[in-house]
């Protein structure tokens, strides 16, 4: 059935495409959350599988062609705030050769007058998203509140994921 997941692409007679039909994936969207804490400008690393890990003064998105990979929502400088990184299942896997992947979440503070203050750290999973639309059936959540100590240039670890790309299921320690 064209437009179909067996048929992806819908073409007209005149071979134009009239209709794509993208495969569901899976996504790991990880949320660090300081609202209420009373700080400003908390620093997240995230380090997924050999990338250089994201965040702020470390690397940014990481792509394949036009697809986002790893997605960071950018530094949020401001009094009790919250960074978001997605982490796309089949393009991680595409890119990588792997299913499962390892995920590594920290942070710290900038200014170094900053914290300590707790930091909530929120992984969910999710499958038949679509991409780039992050809206799916949630899989699976974890949360943990850690108390950040650290200071600039020296990230605090939070947690370390293993995450199945293909189920959309994860691990946390």
């Not at 899976?26 to 700080?39: F, N, P, R, V």
């Not at 705030?81 to 992947?101: A, F, L, M, N, Q």
């Not at 605090?156 to 293909?166: G, K, L, R």
Request: glycine content about 10%; aromatic content about 12%; proline content about 5%.
């Amino acid at each position: 059935m064209a437009g179909s997941q067996s048929d992806p692409v819908r073409l007209d007679p005149f071979q134009t495409i009239t209709e794509v039909a993208w495969a569901s994936d899976t996504l790991l969207s990880i949320t660090y959350d300081w609202l209420g804490s009373g700080m400003r400008d908390l620093d997240t690393v995230t380090g997924v599988g050999s990338f250089e890990p994201i965040g702020y003064g470390y690397g940014f998105d990481v792509y394949d062609g036009d697809k986002a990979v790893v997605s960071w929502g950018g530094d949020t400088t401001g009094y009790n705030g919250s960074e978001t990184i997605d982490v796309w299942g089949r393009h991680v896997r595409k890119y990588t050769g792997s299913r499962i992947i390892s995920v590594r979440c920290a942070a710290h503070w900038y200014p170094e007058d900053q914290g300590p203050a707790p930091v909530a750290l929120t992984i969910d999973s999710y499958t038949g998203v679509k991409y780039p639309d992050t809206t799916g059936k949630l899989k699976q959540t974890f949360t943990r509140t850690l108390t950040i100590t650290a200071r600039f240039d020296s990230p605090q670890s939070m947690a370390t994921v293993e995450f199945d790309t293909i189920k959309g299921t994860f691990t946390a320690s």
